[in-house]
């Protein structure tokens, strides 16, 4: 796989111009774009990151297709706020989340997925390759019967 990089320092909007430059005359299928970590309380970066899309979209007023923010679980109810703020800015279409084999239980990504209406891509369990998993909702589910009490029963 083709991997375009610039040395430290150098404009990352820039970068990304000439990736999508080079994804089109190469004719590829996908071009993904690996923004470095940033704080939402950081202008100067969340800036950058506007950059990148002001940028790609001369070449592709549609770019970029699809916008996932990758949470870390030990953040917390933090997520909240980062959601917010990079929706704003990035117009976020997914989200990732990661660290979940920790202590960290993620309880508010459910909550997130839903009061921003954003699909969950995926979630990390481990720092292999293989640990960045699909979500599957729980296989037990809780229902009322018809007097109206709770049961549990096993989904398919
Ligand atoms: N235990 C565990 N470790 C993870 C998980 N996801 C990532 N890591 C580890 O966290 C560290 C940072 O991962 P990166 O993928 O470099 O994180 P990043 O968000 O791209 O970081 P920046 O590009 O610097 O912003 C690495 O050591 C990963 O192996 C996860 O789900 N569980
Ligand atoms: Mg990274």
Known sequence: MPVLTAPEGSDPASLA??????AETDGADLLMIDTAGR?????????EL??????IRKIDPSA???????????TGQNALSQVETFQKLADVTGLVMTKLDGT????????LADKFGLPI???????????????RSSRIRRRPDRSGDMIEERAA
């Not at 506007?50 to 940028?55: E, F, L, Q």
């Not at 960290?104 to 909550?111: F, Q, W």
Request: net charge negative.
């Open 64 to 74: 970029p297709h699809n916008t996932l923010l990758v949470l870390d679980a030990t």
């Open 39 to 47: 704080l939402q309380n950081r202008a100067d970066l969340m800036e």
């Open 50 to 55: 506007a950059k990148i899309v002001r940028v």
């Open 17 to 22: 111009f000439d990736a999508l430059k080079k």
């Open 121 to 135: 891509h995926a979630i990390g369990v481990g720092e292999q390759i293989d640990d960045l998993a699909p979500l």
């Open 104 to 111: 960290a239980k993620g309880g508010v990504l459910v909550a």
